[in-house]
T-cell receptor, first 115, second 113 residues
Framework: EAGVAQSPRYKIIEKRQSVAFWCNPI?????LYWYQQILGQGPKLLIQFQNNGVVDDSQLPKDRFSAERLKGVDSTLKIQPAKLEDSAVYLC?????????????FGPGTRLTVT | KQEVTQIPAALSVPEGENLVLNCSFTDSAIYNLQWFRQDPGKGLTSLLL?????REQTSGRLNASLDKSSGRSTLYIAASQPGDSATYLC????????????FGGGTRLMVKP
């Protein structure tokens, strides 16, 4: 079974620029999560999707961050415009909709550096 | 609001030593607790998941315990090896079984040959 795929793996941009990250969850997983992990801290949930609907986006800075999951499969996370404090690793995770529904499987992450 | 703390933040031990990593959480109304491993530049790998009704889980040289009433969990690693060097994160799932994991800051472990 293929794992969660993310791209790009690394991205360097200047502040005020825009950036987008892509995630492809494990096949058949209905729930998809985006996390932000700042260096030296644990991941923080930004947004959770169930199929193509948003379940929780309470910690998403909506003035600059947006996310979508068209057709309930792949997802993109966008930052526009980026700030220095957005430098972090952005992790995508997915979980199944039956069986071990509370286990999350993580992708390798995208490391964003804002200069 | 649930807060998860891990102590120590960093730990360095010689190969072969047994060690304990600590995790504490402020709200005991949890559904489960998970321990993850994170290698540099990589995502998280789930090591052990303990349901709120369980006291411990074991996998190979790893043993995780849960004391929900005191808001504590420990991860015991037996006979540590250099390959165990990584960051270890604990995370709790709320008792209402929503899927919002709350993570601790992690313990960065270095096992020296």
């Amino acid at each position: 079974e293929a794992g969660v795929a993310q791209s790009p793996r690394y991205k360097i941009i200047e502040k005020r620029q825009s950036v987008a990250f892509w995630c492809n969850p494990i096949s058949g997983h209905a729930t998809l999560y985006w996390y932000q992990q700042i260096l030296g801290q644990g991941p923080k949930l930004l947004i959770q999707f169930q199929n193509n609907g948003v379940v929780d986006d309470s910690q998403l800075p909506k003035d600059r961050f947006s996310a979508e999951r068209l057709k309930g499969v792949d997802s993109t996370l966008k930052i526009q415009p980026a700030k220095l404090e957005d430098s972090a690793v952005y992790l995508c995770a997915s979980s199944p909709d039956r069986g071990r529904i509370y286990e999350q499987y993580f992708g390798p992450g995208t490391r964003l550096t804002v200069t | 609001k649930q807060e998860v703390t891990q102590i120590p933040a960093a730990l360095s031990v010689p190969e072969g030593e047994n060690l304990v990593l600590n995790c504490s959480f402020t709200d005991s109304a949890i559904y489960n607790l998970q321990w993850f491993r994170q290698d540099p530049g990589k995502g998280l790998t789930s090591l052990l998941l303990i349901q709120s009704s369980q006291r411990e889980q074991t996998s190979g040289r790893l043993n995780a315990s849960l004391d929900k009433s005191s808001g504590r969990s420990t991860l015991y690693i037996a006979a540590s090896q250099p390959g165990d060097s990584a960051t270890y994160l604990c995370a709790v799932l709320p008792g209402n079984a929503g899927n919002m994991l709350t993570f601790g800051g992690g313990t960065r472990l270095m096992v020296k040959p």
